[in-house]
């Protein structure tokens, strides 16, 4: 597991669920930036150590889901019972940068650690949506006769974005990550001389 301290895990959180509020599926957007729910659940698994991060930030996704749908007028296209397979589609997401990170010792600033990351973020993300694209095409009642043929269609008309919005916000983390670590190296580096 990656070594962040209380107070880092803390701010990570705090970052990582204003986050989702200000992208999540631009309901309460403020900027104009694509939906960063998955790349919140897979951070949340590789920077914050705490179990009970995953069902609260469920639980934050799911309030700002239903205040949208009952008070800012935004459709219930999407709600329906296979909504419940968000649960295992997040998870997988989590999971996913839990394994990551306890493959990681201290740090992502090496070569095999960034195709690590690569790794999860497409494994997970291939089975988050199977959770939540096939839950929502197969179990949600709003498509008449579902076919595995057309399930296919979608799974590759809508996984690159999804993957894509995910690889964007989980590379910048990536990035900011190993600014941060650089830079606290640098400043132990210089205590320990001076």
Known sequence: MLNLSPRSQLIVGVALALLMAMTRGQHFAT???????????????????????????FLEASLLD??????MGVSDWCLSPAYWL??????SLWLGGRIFAALQRDSLDKLDSLAGLGLAV?????????????????????YPEPAFAEFVQRLLAYY????????LYVGLA????????????????????G
């Open 86 to 91: 968000l649960v295992p589609a997040y998870g």
């Open 174 to 193: 990536a990035v900011l990550y190993a600014g941060f670590a650089a830079r606290l190296k640098a400043q132990r580096a210089e205590e320990a001389r």
């Open 122 to 142: 497409v494994a997970s993300a291939f089975v988050c949506y199977l959770f939540s694209g096939g839950g929502f095409y197969f179990f949600s009642g709003r």
């Open 66 to 71: 239903f205040v949208a749908i009952g008070w």
């Open 160 to 167: 690159p974005r999804n993957l894509g919005n995910l690889a």
């Open 31 to 57: 900027l104009n930036l694509p939906s960063a729910s998955w790349a919140v659940f897979f951070l949340a698994g590789v920077l914050l150590r705490p179990r009970w991060v995953f069902p609260a930030l």
